[in-house]
């Protein structure tokens, strides 16, 4: 009879744990949303003979910082727009739109069914949309030149990649993902891990 009644309580703490980790999975995942917020989410390394040390620029989801200042003036000549004038959409909004997909996750755990797939997508694709919408900004900057620029007819049209290397002209470059990024892809396995156990107990019978 012993046994029985442990057995019993041992499948009961076993079901309990399963019916926790997408709650526990969802709420790691928006923690580090949370702290990639403060955190770069991409590098791009530019080394040329004029630069030996080369000139790093860190990029947030709201801002940049490293040798911002030098890459201007280096983009008045070949003729690429500002960055103030890039992505200023997703800069005014970053902040609070990470703040809703977390919020999203935490609504999520009250849903039972399939529907929780809908708070969880935005969370599941951020990392992969950061990256696609800054390939796009990368291209629309290189096919965007002011032919007056004094080089711009030199350099011509181009398309960094977002991820690994390149050369633009006399300047090599090396495009990384830094840690903010890998958070929050992070974040998104620990979503797509939630979504799967979420299903193992809630799926219909």
Do not use: C
Request: hydrophobic share 50%.
């Amino acid at each position: 009879m012993m046994t029985g009644a442990s057995e019993t309580d041992s499948t009961q703490r076993a079901t309990r744990a399963d019916y926790r980790k997408p709650v526990w999975l969802f709420a790691a995942a928006g923690i580090l949303l949370v702290i990639s917020i403060f955190l770069p989410y991409w590098r791009l390394n530019l080394t040329a003979p004029q630069y030996p040390d080369g000139l790093r620029v860190n990029v947030f989801v709201n801002r940049m910082e490293g040798d911002v200042r030098e890459l201007e003036g280096l983009n008045h000549y070949v003729g690429l727009p500002g960055f103030d004038e890039g992505a200023q959409a997703e800069r005014q909004i970053a902040v609070a739109g990470i703040s809703a997909i977390v919020g999203l996750l935490a609504a999520g755990v009250l849903v039972h069914n399939r529907w929780v797939v809908l708070f969880a997508l935005p969370a599941l694709s951020f990392p992969f949309v950061f990256l696609a919408d800054l390939q796009y900004w990368l291209w629309r900057y290189g096919h965007d030149l002011d032919p007056l620029a004094p080089l711009a007819s030199a350099v011509g049209e181009f398309t960094p990649p977002v991820l690994g290397a390149s050369e633009i002209a006399n300047f090599d470059t090396l495009a990384l993902p830094h840690v903010g990024l890998v958070l929050a892809f992070t974040a998104s396995a620990l979503v797509a891990s939630g979504l799967w156990f979420h299903r193992k107990v809630y799926k219909p019978a």
